[in-house]
């Protein structure tokens, strides 16, 4: 989604950071074809073609999801009631962020298409549908932060679903006023779990052996 996002705001080319893991990965360029190897590649189509993708793949999905969720709203009632909380926070809050963020992906795929097909009032009223979804995966993992992992999700360092919404909303603003600022053409969001995972790590070693 980012990357759809950030590809129909700005042109090439875009500078991804790597993770610091391992330090001497260099940094890619994306769009000039400098990159043969690398996992993304981006020709011209590349926009038009990934959103066509997942708006099939993420619509087929949603149901799917869509009944995973009420299973599991409904198997609550089953946890014992000393371990709700661990169920909400384990359960619950894993298939909202997958259920969501697969809504998420659907809805900024179509708001794309709509936006590069000239129908820019359709665009912002689906790339804002998504903020409900934002929204339920905030709470439920606001709950999840009890006890022992209080703060467990403060920094979203993998999963960026804040990271995620910024890009949205400035879509959104991009819509509205196409000459205002816009997001610089770097996709980073990676990097920095990786930074505190390395740097929590220090100098320690595991030997695997």
């Known amino acids: ?33 400098l990159e043969p190897h690398y996992w993304i590649q981006m020709p011209a189509t590349w926009v038009s073609d990934t959103s066509a993708r997942e708006i099939k793949v993420c619509g087929e999905a949603q149901s799917r999801w869509n009944e995973v969720w009420k299973d599991a ?26 259920r969501d963020g697969n809504h998420i992906l659907y809805q900024v795929s179509e708001a794309v298409r709509d936006f590069r097909a000239g129908d820019k009032a359709k665009a912002r009223a689906e790339a804002m549908e998504t903020y409900k979804d934002f ?5 439920y993992e606001k709950r999840a932060e009890y006890g022992k992992w209080k703060n467990w999700y403060r920094g979203e360092w993998l999963d ?40 929590y790590e220090g100098d320690r070693t595991v030997d695997v052996h």
């Open 73 to 98: 709203l409904a198997a609550r009632k089953f946890v014992l009631p000393d371990r709700r909380n661990y169920y909400d926070a384990e359960m619950l809050t894993m298939i909202a962020i997958n």
């Open 135 to 139: 929204d339920e995966i905030a709470a």
């Open 160 to 199: 960026g679903i804040r990271h995620t919404r910024q890009m949205v909303e400035a879509f959104v603003r991009f819509i509205d006023d196409p000459e205002g600022t816009l997001p610089a053409p770097v996709l980073s969001d990676h990097w920095q779990g990786y930074y505190h995972i390395m740097h």
């Open 1 to 33: 989604a980012q990357q759809m996002v950030l590809a129909t705001i700005v042109s090439p080319p875009y500078y991804l950071l790597p993770a610091q893991a391992p330090t001497w990965t260099p940094v890619h360029i994306l769009g000039l074809h």
